[in-house]
């Protein structure tokens, strides 16, 4: 094998890695005390009492970030004016 062949199966290893740790890191159980969940959820109310419900169920780390994503989503889309 020449330096090219190496580097290339070093590169496909690191990203094979990196998808592991990132998909295991997503996929965690949620970790949140009851206390927590209660605070979570009190600090979500202002936004809504279906977001605060939602702070109450057990999420995987992946699953909040895509409700924050999609709340982000849903903020942009209220706050930009639209013409029509």
């Given at each position: 094998?020449?330096?090219?062949?190496?580097?290339?199966?070093?590169?496909?290893?690191?990203?094979?890695?990196?998808?592991?740790?990132?998909?295991?890191?997503?996929?965690?159980?949620?970790?949140?005390?009851?206390?927590?969940?209660?605070?979570?959820?009190?600090?979500?109310?202002?936004?809504?009492?279906?977001?605060?419900?939602?702070?109450?169920?057990?999420?995987?780390?992946?699953?909040?970030?895509?409700d924050?994503?999609?709340?982000a989503?849903?903020?942009?889309?209220?706050?930009?004016?639209?013409?029509?």
């Amino acid at each position: 094998m020449n330096n090219t062949q190496y580097r290339t199966l070093i590169a496909v290893l690191v990203i094979a890695v990196l998808g592991v740790l990132a998909w295991g890191a997503l996929t965690l159980p949620d970790q949140r005390s009851t206390g927590e969940k209660v605070g979570d959820a009190i600090d979500a109310l202002p936004q809504g009492v279906d977001k605060a419900a939602r702070e109450l169920e057990d999420r995987t780390p992946g699953e909040r970030l895509g409700d924050a994503v999609k709340d982000a989503g849903e903020d942009i889309k209220s706050n930009t004016d639209n013409p029509n």
